[in-house]
């Protein structure tokens, strides 16, 4: 094979890449070759490249890579062994006709998705559980990520696309407010997106760390608002009231453009400029001159972004602090413009795509409702199926897990028995970690689908190898709702299958058409986009082809868009009235009081530059790991000593939901009431030992970013 142009399989901002085959030496006889990594000048990397994609290809030759399929003989006490693809298939074939009583009750066997699948991928899971499973108890990790921000757009626009615009317009913005983000170590090359702004001092970010990104921030004179953990939604109302009372606020825009202000200002009103800085803890010089670079930026049409990510949308208020920021930038008129806007940076490589497709519990593909009457006829005709067919919705991501094992849910319906996962690990990425795990270990048959043995597949009973991302075709839609071809550069091992094979080979032994599930990834993206026409994500002009032939397409591109939609809003919100929806709710006073106990600290969770989250991969990679090998709960020196800790002893940090083993590392520059930890590691270090799984009522996302914690040294 020579060169082949891809993107790097991790992140949502698809860094362009080429893979070329290495020349073995005479040590590489008998042994995978590793691919070689060159960057590519992709709009959103321009030839960079960070740890992670320099070193991804490592991950296709690594030692213990899955090249068999695995089965745990002699029960859960038993040992995985390997096994062939036929025992594999029959195994599961006869576990879901026990768990589902002979396909009586679908709904005992569930699955869950992930946004590293493919879009080609994620529909077909979603499919398979609709169709070849029949059951409703379908979601996915991006609950964990996405969905408080999806909620939040969906509410204020009408339509969740992360970025409605391209990445590159923020290149010449002046002002960019970033809210809980922190792309100099999650997305590095984009930060080269960010430079006009951090060179005209109006780089803006809310962080409770000093972070890399709020480092480049400040050191270029911009500003860092470094509020208490959990206080976003009091942060965004607070600056509401003084671009407002500044008479910073677009009228003509609110009254054209919008909807709902009155109600708004009603709460934001009581945000006084004094109380936010007592709530939030960010003194109100920063807050003016924060809503002031916004402001100016944008009245001189210079550029002006509010970006949103995981800091501020990762809580169980998540939807509601993400509607609050949206409706700063609308009191400042910057979405549905040129040169200004909203957005949030979607996380995983598919992240985008894979919250269109199907993998949500309530969703059909083209992002259409589950619910929606005309929504099921579409996607039935195109299935050919009967839209009674298609179950209703399901359970979200941790109400689905913490159903496992159960003869009757939580919320009072029959539990699940049986669980697929296909690009997840939630024994370490899923909150309240510790219960999870004790789940799935519970579960008549738990089938992981993975390339590497995760802690996952760890627990499995059945364990199913499948190929990597160089090693398989298909499509990604990146932070920018762009759609992307991603290629095969490298043969497969041996012993390995396809994803979309393996849904048709179980669906072919659960006794449905194997036309159902085509396994040509072209074939499927074909399919995909006749599901897709006319939702919301409509992808129907798309294909393989007019990707391969080097165009840029942005969806939704159908038949009114043929040529994709880079920019949305320009005209009008995609809101039945075509107005935005000013949505503002801070809370009552006890959410936002972030007191916490005597003896208590504020424990938030997060990333490292070389880690990608649960760690499964990048742990692999030993330069990576070298670098961050363990867990570490970093605090400040004060916080340390009053907790009787030094730099580098291992404290035990106890939330409700259970405690956290981490290595103490001091850093002058962390509040004195927050402690950091990042989730990439396994066992006892496991950040997710101490989240709670309380959940956002819209969004079902569980309180990553704020737990109360007491420490001790261990
Ligand atoms: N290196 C690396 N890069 C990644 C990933 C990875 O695992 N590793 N994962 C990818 C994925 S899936 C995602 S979703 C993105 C996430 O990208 P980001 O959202 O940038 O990442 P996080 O580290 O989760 O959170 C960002 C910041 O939020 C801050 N924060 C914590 N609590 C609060 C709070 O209450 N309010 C505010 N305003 N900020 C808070 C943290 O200190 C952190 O610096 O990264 C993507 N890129
Ligand atoms: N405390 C805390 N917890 C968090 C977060 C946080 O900020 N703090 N962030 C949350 C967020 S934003 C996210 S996105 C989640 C992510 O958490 P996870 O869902 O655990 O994400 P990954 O570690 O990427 O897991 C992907 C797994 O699937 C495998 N895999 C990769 N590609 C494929 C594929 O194509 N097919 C199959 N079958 N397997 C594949 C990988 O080897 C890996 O084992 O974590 C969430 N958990
Ligand atoms: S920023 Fe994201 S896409 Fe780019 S190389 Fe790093 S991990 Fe890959
Ligand atoms: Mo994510």
Redesign the pocket.
């Known amino acids: 094979m020579t060169r082949t142009d891809t993107h790097c399989?991790y992140c949502a901002l698809q860094c362009g890449m080429a893979l070329s085959p290495t020349t073995p030496s005479q040590d590489d006889v008998g042994r995978r070759v590793p691919l070689e990594v060159t960057p590519l000048d992709f709009p959103t990397n321009r030839g960079r490249l960070c740890r992670k994609g320099w070193s991804s290809a490592q991950v296709l030759g690594v030692g213990d890579r899955l090249t068999t399929p695995l089965l745990r003989r002699g029960g859960k006490s038993g040992e995985l062994a390997p096994a062939t693809w036929g025992e594999a298939f029959d195994v599961i074939a006869e576990a879901v006709h026990r768990a589902s009583a002979g396909g009586r009750e679908p709904d005992r066997v569930g699955v869950f998705g992930?946004?590293?699948?493919?879009n080609e991928?994620a529909y077909m899971l979603g499919k398979f559980a609709r169709l070849g499973l029949g059951t409703s108890q379908i979601d996915y990790?991006?609950r964990?990520?996405m969905s408080s921000a999806a909620a939040g757009a969906a509410r204020c626009f009408g339509l969740d696309r992360g970025m409605p615009f391209p990445l590159a317009d923020l290149d010449d913005a002046e002002a960019i407010l970033l809210v809980g983000a922190n792309p100099a170590e999650t997305m590095p090359p984009m930060v080269t997106h960010l430079d006009t702004a951090r060179e005209s001092g109006g780089l803006m970010v809310v962080d409770p760390r000093r972070s890399a990104t709020a480092r480049l921030a400040d050191e270029a004179g911009g500003v860092h608002l470094q509020n208490r953990p959990g206080t976003d939604a009091a942060l965004a109302a607070g600056l509401l009231h003084i671009a407002v009372t500044r008479g910073w606020a677009d009228r003509d825009y609110i009254r054209d453009r919008t909807s709902g202000f009155d109600d708004a200002w009603a709460v934001a009103s009581q945000w006084l400029p004094e109380r936010t800085e007592a709530v939030t803890g960010v003194g109100v010089p920063a807050l003016r001159a924060a809503v002031e670079r916004l402001a100016t930026a944008a009245r001189a049409g210079r550029g002006a972004y509010i970006l949103t990510a995981?800091g501020a949308e990762?809580s169980s208020r998540g939807t509601d602090t993400v509607a609050t920021w949206i409706a700063l930038a609308l009191a400042l008129g910057l979405p549905g413009r040129k040169r200004s806007g909203w957005g949030t940076i979607t996380?995983?490589g598919n992240?985008q795509g894979g919250r269109e497709h199907g993998q949500k519990c309530d969703q059909l593909p083209g992002y259409r409702k589950i619910t929606d009457p005309a929504a099921r006829a579409h996607v039935a005709a195109v299935w050919g199926v009967d839209p009674d067919a298609i179950p209703g919705p399901g359970r979200s991501a941790f109400e689905l897990l913490d159903a496992c094992g159960r003869d009757v849910a939580a919320d009072g319906r029959p539990g699940v028995q049986m669980l697929f996962v296909?690009?997840?690990?939630?024994v370490?990425?899923?909150?309240d970690a510790a219960r999870v795990a004790e789940r799935l270990d519970t579960l008549d048959t738990l089938v992981v689908?993975?390339?590497?043995p995760?802690e996952?597949a760890q627990l499995a009973d059945v364990v199913l190898p499948?190929r990597?991302?160089a090693e398989e075709e298909g499509t990604v839609t990146n932070l920018e709702g762009r759609v992307l071809r991603r290629r095969r550069a490298a043969e497969p091992p041996a012993g390995t299958r396809d994803?979309l094979e393996i849904l048709r080979a179980l669906a072919e032994r659960l006794g449905r058409p194997a036309h159902w599930f085509p396994t040509d990834p072209a074939e499927v993206f074909d399919e995909l986009a006749r599901a897709s026409a006319g939702g919301a994500a409509d992808y129907s002009a798309i294909s393989h082809a007019r990707l391969d032939a080097g165009e840029a397409l942005h969806w939704p591109c159908g038949a009114d868009s043929p040529g994709g939609t880079p920019r949305l809003f320009l005209g009008s919100f995609a809101t039945a009235d075509g107005r935005a929806v000013f949505s503002l709710d801070v809370g009552a006073p006890d959410t936002f009081d972030t007191r916490v106990a005597e003896r208590q600290v504020v424990l938030t969770?997060?990333?490292l530059l070389g880690h990608?989250?649960?760690?499964?991969?990048t742990r692999r990679v030993p330069e990576l790991h070298r670098t961050d090998p363990e867990a570490t709960a970093t605090m400040h020196p004060d916080t340390a000593t009053s907790f009787d800790l030094a730099d580098g002893v291992m404290v035990r940090i106890r939330g409700r939901a259970g405690s956290i083993e981490a290595r103490v590392l001091l850093d002058p520059t962390s509040r004195r009431d927050t402690v950091f930890v990042p989730?990439h590691f396994p066992g006892a270090g496991r950040?997710?030992l101490a989240?709670e799984a309380s959940l956002d009522p819209h969004s079902r996302m569980p309180d990553?970013?704020v737990n109360n914690v007491t420490m001790e040294a261990i």
């Open positions: 399989p992930g946004g590293g699948l493919t991928k990790n991006g964990w990520c995981r990762q996380g995983q992240g296909h690009a997840s690990n939630p370490v990425s899923a909150p689908a993975d390339f590497v995760s996952t499948v990597q991302w994803e969770t997060g990333r990608y989250q649960s760690g499964a991969q989730f950040a997710n989240t990553f970013k």
